[in-house]
């Protein structure tokens, strides 16, 4: 079976893209973080979903981010909003999808991976730029440039099978692939039992996603 390192966060997009590389008959490498978020329900979550969608290994790394702040996902200061706004949200958290492939990348250089799934969206998302097609581009471009394999002909390969799905394509696409929704975890400010606030922006664009699938929506509220 072919390797591969997938970002796996809990949330509904990873288990999405977890289940849709298994069913490419990929041998899936987990990869998770616990870099200061507000909550470890997502983690909990994601290590659920590794187990029942057939992960061969699921690793977590501490990262604490927090130590930086400038997200309402990282700094207690700032608060999550609960009303869509203008721009860039507050829970863009610097640079962290540059960070986390940086790190799944030398997991997959070890474990002579070519391929990292990322279940970035450029459709149904907070407007976040790490998660547009030309940052996966170019990060792509960096990382063969930037290794041992890349350098020598053996080129990684960025997998993002959500880039151009509406979230309520992403809901059908994760259902017939097995992913069972109620596992996982969207909201930015859950609580210790996994159950979502329902009014932050994670949880509009979750709701939404199951209305427009025309599917029950699974997610605990408090």
Same mark, same amino acid.
């Given at each position: 079976?072919k390797?591969?390192?997938?970002?796996?966060?809990?949330?509904?997009d990873? /288990? @999405?893209?977890? /289940?849709?590389?298994?069913?490419?008959?990929f041998a899936? %490498?987990?990869?998770?973080f616990?870099y200061g978020?507000?909550?470890?329900?997502?983690?909990?979550?994601?290590?659920?979903? =590794?187990? =029942?969608?057939?992960?061969?290994d699921?690793?977590?790394v501490?990262l604490?981010?927090a130590?930086?702040? +400038?997200?309402?996902? @990282?700094?207690?200061?700032i608060?999550?909003?609960e009303?869509?706004?203008?721009g860039?949200?507050?829970t863009y958290?610097?640079a962290?999808?540059?960070? #986390?492939?940086?790190i $799944?990348?030398?997991?997959?250089?070890?474990?002579?991976a070519?391929?990292? #799934?990322?279940?970035?969206?450029?459709v149904?998302?907070?407007?976040?730029?790490?998660?547009?097609?030309a940052?996966i581009?170019a #990060?792509?471009?960096?990382?063969?440039? $930037?290794?041992?394999?890349g350098?020598?002909?053996?080129?990684? %390969?960025?997998? @993002?099978p959500?880039?151009?799905?509406?979230?309520?394509?992403?809901?059908?696409?994760? @259902?017939?692939a +097995?992913v069972?929704?109620?596992r996982?975890?969207?909201?930015?400010q859950?609580d210790?039992q996994?159950?979502?606030?329902?009014?932050?922006?994670?949880?509009?664009?979750?709701?939404?996603? #199951?209305?427009?699938?025309?599917?029950?929506?699974p997610?605990?509220?408090?």
């Open positions: 079976m390797q591969a390192v997938v970002l796996l966060s809990g949330g509904m990873s /288990a @999405t893209v977890l /289940a849709l590389a298994r069913a490419e008959g899936c %490498h987990c990869l998770s616990r978020q507000r909550h470890q329900a997502e983690l909990q979550a994601a290590a659920d979903l =590794a187990r =029942a969608l057939g992960a061969v699921h690793r977590v501490d604490n981010l130590l930086f702040g +400038g997200s309402a996902l @990282t700094d207690e200061a608060q999550v909003p009303t869509p706004g203008q860039i949200p507050v958290v610097p962290r999808n540059t960070v #986390f492939l940086s $799944a990348l030398a997991w997959a250089e070890v474990l002579q070519r391929d990292l #799934f990322i279940g970035v969206n450029a149904d998302y907070s407007g976040y730029p790490d998660c547009r097609p940052f581009e #990060f792509e471009t960096m990382a063969n440039l $930037a290794t041992k394999a350098v020598e002909g053996d080129r990684f %390969h960025i997998r @993002t959500l880039m151009q799905l509406s979230k309520a394509e992403i809901i059908r696409r994760g @259902t017939a +097995g069972d929704f109620a996982t975890v969207s909201c930015y859950a210790d996994g159950r979502a606030c329902g009014v932050c922006d994670a949880c509009r664009l979750r709701a939404r996603g #199951f209305a427009e699938a025309g599917l029950p929506d997610t605990r509220y408090r």
